[in-house]
């Protein structure tokens, strides 16, 4: 499988990182893009510029689509559903796990995927890509998909992977906003932010430690408080929202935390871990 022929559709930045990562390991590769001068730099690298979308599927039996969203698929490819037959199509494109279902209905052999690094890193081990849908298709192109990054597969639902994503982008998000607002607070003490980013490194991998017994809680349905009880995070909270207040920065990250740990003491769960706040997630309170 290490010549396997590949077609890449969506020559954005990140597309075009896909494109060069399999002509560096060796795959003959057909790209297609709606502004074709974004072909030049691929062309001179050896890649085959296909004039139509078309032409792009007939080229190979792999076809990699990453472009700006499922409607963009859905324009772009869904004209052309016909000839993905007897073709595996890979959808790199972010959505939601709906439109990662619907999707999979235009091709039997259809693997749903998410990126989880920027374009440079794509080609590197550092790189890694979350994939779910058709097992055999995945499979049978394992080795070529690693070509860009660590490839991890999640099973048939095809819309497990577009939840991996976004349920990752939220771990993302919610560390650096904190962090951002723990710059904001510490910087009118004129502390650097890059003076607090190691100490709020050290404490991220600290972290790390309560969301693996969390977890496990979460599992069981049962959340004992052997770190702390709910009750106790939340009086600390209150002096982040008044420390934050006095400082003259945004209360509103921190408000949004204290009034979540509320809610959930309401619901009853004094007593009772961090971990609790998952049934508020649950909308069951």
């Not at 080609?123 to 192109?141: I, M």
């Not at 003076?195 to 404490?203: I, K, L, R």
């Not at 207040?245 to 809610?263: F, K, M, V, Y």
């Not at 003491?265 to 009772?272: E, I, P, R």
Request: proline share 4%.
């Amino acid at each position: 499988m290490n010549n396997t022929p590949v077609t890449v559709i969506g020559l954005g930045l990140m597309g075009k990182a896909l494109a060069t990562a399999f002509l560096e390991a060796g795959h003959p590769t057909t790209v297609w893009n709606r502004t074709s001068a974004k072909a030049e730099e691929l062309a001179a690298r050896g890649a085959a510029v296909a004039p139509t979308v078309g032409d792009a599927i007939r080229a190979s039996s792999l076809i990699v689509v990453c472009l700006t969203d499922s409607a963009a698929v859905r324009d772009t490819v869904g004209p052309h559903r016909a000839e993905l037959a007897g073709r595996t199509l890979v959808n790199l494109t972010s959505g939601t796990s709906d439109e990662a279902r619907e999707t999979a209905t235009w091709a039997s052999d259809y693997v749903d995927g998410a990126i989880m690094a920027i374009p440079d890193a794509i080609g590197r081990p550092e790189a890694f890509l979350l994939f779910s849908g058709s097992s055999s298709a995945f499979h049978t192109y394992e080795d070529t998909l690693k070509r860009l990054g660590n490839a991890v597969f999640f099973g048939e639902d095809p819309g497990l992977a577009s939840l991996y994503d976004v349920a990752l982008l939220g771990v993302m998000w919610g560390t650096l906003n904190a962090f951002l607002h723990g710059a904001a607070l510490l910087g009118t003490a004129k502390v650097d932010a890059s003076a607090f980013a190691p100490f709020a490194n050290q404490w991220v991998s600290s972290v790390t430690g309560f969301v693996s017994a969390y977890a496990g809680q979460i599992d069981r349905g049962a959340y004992p408080a052997d770190d702390a009880a709910l009750e106790t995070h939340l009086a600390t909270m209150k002096y982040l929202v008044r420390e934050s207040a006095a400082a003259g920065i945004d209360t509103d990250w921190p408000t949004r935390i204290q009034a979540l740990a509320e809610r959930a003491l309401d619901a009853g769960h004094t007593g009772a871990s961090y971990a609790s706040l998952i049934e508020v997630f649950r909308r069951r309170v």
